[in-house]
């Protein structure tokens, strides 16, 4: 089957740690991207990344880095620089990064808790 | 700037009514496209509906509708015949282009609805 998937589903980290989730998909896609989930909240980006070897930063970037070395891969790393970590992560693709049309897929998200 | 409202934060309803979930949007842009999604409480997001800047017929999926005006930059979604399976967050979302080609979406901060029987 086709799809995202993300792990670990729930992850704990002391602070001063960093931290890597991961998000993969075989869809076959060229955009990925990671959001930030906080209760109460729609979704704010973080990073995307259009196409192998090439990111930019979202609306949230700062405390967060990412790689894109294979096109099905697109892990997040939460740094000890992000102040708020504790929250819920969603990783999600799209066939392409074309103007205006982007029909985003979702993958079960992880759940981060700093404690 | 571009922004995506949905006033109603929490919204509870009984098996069978109808609701509206509101979704009202700004934005510059002359092409954009708004899309509805649905989170349960697995948390992962399913795609319900793309409706593009263009096209203002309302479209029907079996108990789901919506409805875009332009000019009132609205695009409310419909639930018709309500089930506790419907009970999740709904996020509207806008298209913003970024880059020079590209585009990332816009959520609102989420309705949550709860069906219960």
């Known amino acids: 089957d086709g799809g995202i998937t993300q792990s670990p589903k729930y992850l704990f980290r002391k602070e001063g740690q960093n931290v890597t989730l991961s998000c993969e998909q075989n869809l076959n896609h060229d955009a990925m991207y990671w959001y930030r989930q906080d209760p109460g909240q729609g979704l704010r980006l973080i990073y995307y990344?259009?196409?192998?070897?090439?990111?930019q930063k979202g609306d949230i970037a700062e405390g967060y880095s990412v790689s894109r070395e294979k096109k099905e891969s697109f892990p997040l790393t939460v740094t000890s620089a992000q102040k708020n970590p504790t929250a819920f992560y969603l990783c999600a693709s799209s066939m392409e990064w074309g103007p205006y049309y982007n029909e985003q897929f979702f993958g079960p998200g992880t759940r981060l808790t700093v404690l | 700037a571009q922004k995506v409202t949905q006033a109603q934060t929490e919204i509870s309803v009984v098996e069978k009514e109808d609701v509206t979930l509101d979704c009202v949007y700004e934005t510059r842009d002359t092409t954009y496209y708004l899309f509805w999604y649905k989170q349960p409480p697995s948390g992962e997001l399913v795609f319900l509906i793309r409706r593009n800047s263009f096209d203002e017929q309302n479209e029907i999926s079996g108990r789901y509708s919506w409805n875009f005006q332009k000019s009132t930059s609205s695009f409310n979604f419909t639930i018709t015949a309500s089930q506790v399976v419907d009970s999740a967050v709904y996020f509207c979302?806008?298209?913003?282009?970024?880059?020079?080609?590209?585009?990332?979406?816009?959520f609102g901060k989420g309705t949550t609805l709860s069906v219960s029987s």
């Open positions: 990344s259009q196409i192998v070897n090439d990111f």
């Open positions: 979302a806008l298209s913003e282009a970024r880059d020079q080609a590209g585009t990332a979406l816009i």
